[in-house]
């Protein structure tokens, strides 16, 4: 099989990094915090192949953000690139052990436990003072990889995602594509009978809800030097929903599509937002619905469907 | 002593709370298989219409003591508006579905209803505190507890004497049971599914209103308030385990009693608590303390 999607990935990659040298600083920011996000929503997307939908990847996005900001704010790290791999490997651990728990749970058992986990993290980091409570803290790097960066929007940074967000996008496409990937679909469609040809569901689960939270860490570590401070918000069952809801929004067609679909979520939040603050989420649950219902398998099947035909 | 009798009551105070919060997520749950995302929202669509009309009736110089009657009314008015529209409007393009895509569904309602709020509202709060104060207060272990609290204890315990009632000893109660059990065969025998889930939601949407109404006067109606109830709501259901009555009541109580225990002792951690529990309950018992055996289908 010739790999159309990775060239594709390559390209995208090259686009990104050149178009990074003209864009303006607001958009840069808002393609670091995309990436960042997409990173998360890519996670989920695994997760959903697997027939689980999480309402608590909130958790290790905020697990990731906080990692970075208590290595950047206690122990005076300043380096953009360790901090990040810390974010993800705390998530990974974390996810480890809630994993090795939630490994038994489907459905709405699975959501709701999820939501529980991210909630209680939410309630300890608005209790604890030490971190800023309520309020959070600001976080600011000063290296990446030894390369000086200038601030949160900076083409260092923005290059930075632009390849994190590659890597884990064209990882996440080779797994896939393994026999240890294709039994994701296969727990989806009936578990049972993958259990009865000798695979183990549980430990695919639990590996998938690992790479999941990696993911998730990664990307919150990303959005949180990107945005420069962190809260305890990340953790909150809303921000978990909008994950789900771009998620949705992409379908799990092509591991391009959660990055395009929290870009356009993230463009169309700020323009939004800007001009119809209390209406924008209503427009968003409206696009949500058609989405269900007339189109389950996401906007990417629109250009699925397109190249289909002759 | 003090202390502890002092947790007991605020307990079952906030526990009645939750239980009258909780119980249209249940039925609604237990009959639809939907667990609705957007209760918080039709719980804080009560609390804002209560807030307008006993703010409208004490504008005019009404008789103070008629506004008691409002909260109800106002329940019953978002009841018959929302529910209706829901179920019509977009549920019921949807039954069959997975569990997880009607999650969805009431995520994306939650959204629409969170801004409509907004929208008719605005973002100012808005306080009727007059029932609250209205009733007075009696003194109990050395603290002052305002009687709208035993109003709040009174009302969850007529709620749920009600919903027992209806579906344990009216026809239409026993009907609904019998398509909880299995809706298929009850369409066969001849029962309406299709209007027995129009008065669900509709009964649904009316307790999570009434849950609304009767907190507004004890606050300031906020937009954010349907956002919080949500996850206690849940947290109460899924101890009990989803869809059961006596489940509610349980897990009310138990979440009740941790949560004012915790305010009292450890006020660091009040909210961590609650959702500790929660995810201790379902580790220990997965489907939560009162639900059934279900069979595995392969």
Known sequence: MSDRTARALVLALAILLVAGLVLPKWAISLAIISLGKGLVVLGMMLLMRTGLVSFGQGLYYAVGAYAVGILNQVYKFSDAMLMVAAGALAAALIALVLGALLAGYRAIFFAMLTLAFSMILYGLLVKSSALGSTDGFNVDARTLAGIPMGGGASYTLYAFASIAAFLGAWGLHRYQGSLLGRIAPAIRDNELRVEYLGASVRAVVLLNYVIAAVLSGAGGAIVALAVGHIDPEMAYWTTSGEFVFVAILAGTGSVAAPFLGSALFEAIRTVAYQYSPYTWQMVLGAAMLAVIMFLPSGLWSLFERRRARP | ?298
């Open chain 2, 1 to 298: 002593m003090d202390q502890l009798a002092a947790v007991l009551v605020d307990g079952v105070i906030y526990s009645s709370w939750l239980f009258i919060i909780a119980l249209g997520l249940t039925l609604i749950y237990g009959v639809m298989r939907i667990l609705n995302l957007a209760h918080g929202s039709l719980y804080a669509l009560g609390a804002y219409v209560a807030a307008s009309l006993v703010g409208a009736w004490f504008a005019n110089g009404y008789p103070p003591m008629g506004s008691y009657a409002l909260l109800p009314a106002a329940a019953v008015i978002v009841g018959l508006v929302a529910g209706p529209l829901i179920e019509r409007g977009v549920l019921r393009f949807l039954y069959g579905k997975d569990e997880i895509v009607l999650v969805l569904v009431t995520y994306a309602l939650f959204l629409i209803l969170e801004d409509l709020i907004k929208l008719v509202w605005g973002v100012e709060s808005y306080v009727i505190s007059e029932p609250y104060g209205l009733l007075g207060s009696f003194e109990l272990a050395g603290l002052p507890y305002p009687v709208y609290n035993l109003v709040l204890v009174a009302a969850a315990l007529v709620i749920g004497a009600a919903l027992t009632w209806v579906l344990q000893g009216t026809r239409a109660g026993k009907l609904l049971v019998a398509v909880i059990h299995d809706r298929e065969m009850g369409a066969a025998l001849g029962i309406n599914v299709s209007r027995m889930y129009l008065v669900t939601f509709t009964a649904g949407t009316m307790l999570a209103a009434v849950g609304g109404a009767l907190t507004a006067p004890t606050v300031s109606v906020l937009p954010a308030m349907g956002v919080e109830v949500i996850v206690l709501a849940f947290a109460v259901v899924v101890i009990g385990g989803l869809g059961s009555l006596p489940g509610a009541a349980l897990g009310a109580l138990i979440v009740g009693l941790v949560r004012s225990a915790s305010v009292h002792y450890l006020p660091q951690y009040e909210l961590f608590s609650i959702y500790l529990v929660m995810a201790l309950v379902l580790l220990a018992r997965p489907k939560g303390l009162f639900a059934g055996v279900e069979a595995r289908k392969i």
